[in-house]
């Protein structure tokens, strides 16, 4: 059964700083990985899709590797800014056995940048 | 217009009293989801579905239908409301093809509260 865990839970960091947050999975059987931000009370907005194949993704400030191998993503934020704060979310497909048809999610981390 | 659209975004009921949560969009994909997420426990899906005449239960299906009216329409109801249903709940599409869901997008939510 795939869980995926997200760690730290919360942070908090001045504004400017780079930052690192992280996701590991139990099952790296994987198609592809998908990192969101969802403000408070809001949908989740898409940052960034890895494939499988690829080691990582960049979008603007933001860049995402994964690695299968060993079950972990992390999601880096060069530059923060009071307006990344939100919480962001992974989602990878689930096992073989529980379907790979649906996304598992992690809890999140919630990040607040302070100006 | 946003791709994802969610119908009522908030809504307060009663106990017993059905309700419908409509979802509509505009990126022609086949695949769509209802989730809810609830705080500590992130995104479960309810119900899924892969083309017009496809209906799947997701992990917490209990006391949810739905209805796949058309490509574009996916809408999730509770029969006789109860206040443990009281959460916010997403739509969410995507243009999988076999095992790989593919990238997942959001609607914006439907907050319900049930008294």
């Known amino acids: 059964k795939q869980e995926v865990t997200q760690i730290p839970a919360a942070l908090s960091v001045p504004e400017g700083e780079n930052l690192v947050l992280n996701c590991s999975f139990t099952?790296?059987?994987?198609?592809?990985l998908q990192w969101f931000r969802q403000d408070p009370g809001k949908g989740l907005t898409s940052l960034l899709l890895?494939?499988?194949?690829?080691r990582e993704q960049t979008s603007g400030r933001l860049n995402a590797s994964l690695d299968k191998s060993s079950g972990r993503s992390t999601l880096y934020i060069a530059a923060s800014q009071p307006g990344d704060s939100a919480t962001y979310l992974c989602a990878v497909p689930g096992s073989p056995t529980s379907g790979t048809y649906k996304y598992i999610f992690g809890t999140g981390t919630r990040l607040k940048v302070l100006a | 217009d946003a791709d994802v659209t969610q119908t009522p975004r908030n809504r307060i009921t009663k106990t017993g009293k059905r309700i419908m949560l409509e979802c509509s969009q505009t990126k022609g994909h086949d695949r769509m989801y209802w989730y809810r997420q609830d705080p500590g426990l992130g995104l479960r899906l309810i119900y899924y579905s892969f083309d017009v005449k496809d209906i799947n239960k997701g992990e917490i299906s209990d006391g949810y239908s739905v209805s796949r009216q058309a490509q574009a329409k996916f809408s999730l109801s509770l029969e006789s409301a109860i206040p443990n249903q009281t959460a916010l709940y997403f739509c969410a599409t995507s243009a999988g093809t076999g095992g790989n869901t593919g990238e997942l997008f959001f609607g914006e939510g439907s907050r319900l509260t049930v008294l």
């Open positions: 890895i494939q499988s194949s690829q």
């Open positions: 099952d790296s059987a994987i198609y592809n």
